[in-house]
């Protein structure tokens, strides 16, 4: 029976362990705002140490695992750019600014956003002093920092204001194949995945209370009643036992008196208001030896054809001139 006990804590451990380290994100983020976040500061290094890597096998951004309504989000990015360029990446994250969310203390506040960017190999953040001014203006009040020393072309930011962040602009330094011989001239894939709102999992495993409150037992509704706080829902069970569950004002109920509910139903509306998108470019590192060679071929095709058509023309006056002769 000890043997047995001992394995099921064993498994509970492991569940939770798994849990943090697929929750990395919401642990960054929180980490870059330690004034406004208490409980979540620790969970950042543990889940870098535990998953070096925030983009799936399967494809996905491990984000999702707890911000899990999907929202859209966009990535604008060059087609094409030189070695050793300095070149911007935008990441949108669009939200109705209208909407408020529940925060962390109960009460309703805007929404955060952040974005995680995965480049390719040998792509990093660039330094300042590359920026151009304009690229500084758009910057200023964004920190993007490398997911880890170890890991620089992944790039992540956040969570910062939404309201006047919805397009996200990262300064990216792409690499030389002369000076780094991993690095090819190809088109190579960009990963992006961005969120706007708190998420419905805590680094820890546990739900956070930006969820529906559900009920906590079986029964009839025989009562709801208002206080200071917000709304006392009574249910009383088969065997006349009531049980109250209080939920705060910030929560709208959709169940009303003499209602039958289940225990894990909804007795409120879903207040989250945010959510977790990711998308994909494809970007060209270009040979400028290949783009040379292309315009030379292009020129030389020109000339080639105006030669053609003014010997043409020329034969046709000789034609014209012997006919008449």
Known sequence: ????????????????????????????????????????????????????????ANGRIVCANCHLAQKPVELETPQAVLPNEVFETVVKIPYDTAQKQILGNGKKGGLNVGAVLVLPEGFKLAPKNTLSEE?????????????????????????????????????????????????????????????????????????TNNNALLAKGTGKITGIDQNEKGVIVKIEDTNGKVLEQSIPAEYSVTVKKGDLVRQDQQLTLDPNVGGFGQTEREIVLQDPNRIIGFIGFSVLTMLTQTMLVLKKKQFEKVQAAEMNF
Do not use: W
Not at 33 to 42: E, Q, R, W
Not at 139 to 152: I, N, R
Not at 157 to 184: C, H, M, R, W
């Open 1 to 56: 029976m000890m043997h047995v006990v001992k394995m099921k804590k064993k498994v509970i451990e492991v569940i939770r362990k798994s849990v943090v380290a697929t929750c990395f994100y919401t642990g960054l983020l929180f980490a870059q705002l330690p004034n406004s976040i208490t409980s979540a500061d620790a969970f950042p290094i543990y889940a870098q140490q535990a998953y070096p890597n925030p983009r799936e």
């Open 135 to 207: 690229l500084k203006a758009k910057t200023k009040s964004v920190y993007v920092t490398p997911y880890s020393p170890k890991q620089e072309n992944i790039l992540v930011v956040g969570p910062i204001a939404g309201e006047k962040n919805q397009e996200i602009t990262f300064p990216i330094l792409s690499p030389d194949p002369k000076k780094d011989k991993g690095v090819y001239f190809l088109k190579y894939p960009l990963y992006v995945g961005g969120n706007r709102g708190r998420a419905q999992v805590n680094p820890t495993g546990d739900k």
